[in-house]
C-alpha cells in the first residue's frame, strides 16, 4: 500500500480531520481515509452504504454469520402459534 504525505494543510482542514478522528473513535490516517472513500464514492451511481459505529465501543460487533443467527432465532420468537390464537 502506498503512503502518501499532505504538506501544507490549512489548519481548518487538519482541525476538522482531528475532530472526525474523535468522534470515530479511530486514527488520524483512519478519518483521512475515511473522508477520501465519502468524496470519491460521491460520484458513484450507488452510494456507499453508512456505517454507523456509535456504541461499538460499549457492545462490540457481530459478525454476519452472528447476527443471521440472532435474527433466525428472532424470527422463532416471532411466529404467531395459530392453534393458540383462536
Known amino acids: 500500500m502506498k503512503a502518501i504525505t499532505v504538506r501544507n494543510l490549512p489548519p481548518r482542514l ?3 480531520v482531528r475532530e472526525r478522528a474523535r468522534r470515530e473513535r479511530t486514527s488520524l490516517n483512519g478519518a483521512v481515509i475515511r473522508l477520501i472513500e465519502e468524496r470519491l464514492s460521491a460520484g458513484d451511481a450507488k452510494p456507499a452504504a453508512a456505517q454507523h459505529h456509535d456504541l461499538d465501543f460499549l457492545f462490540g ?3 454476519k454469520e452472528e447476527a443471521d443467527e440472532f ?3 428472532l424470527a422463532q420468537q416471532r411466529a404467531i402459534d395459530g392453534e393458540l390464537w383462536k
Open 14 to 16: 487538519a482541525k476538522a
Open 71 to 73: 435474527d433466525g432465532s
Open 61 to 63: 460487533t457481530w459478525t
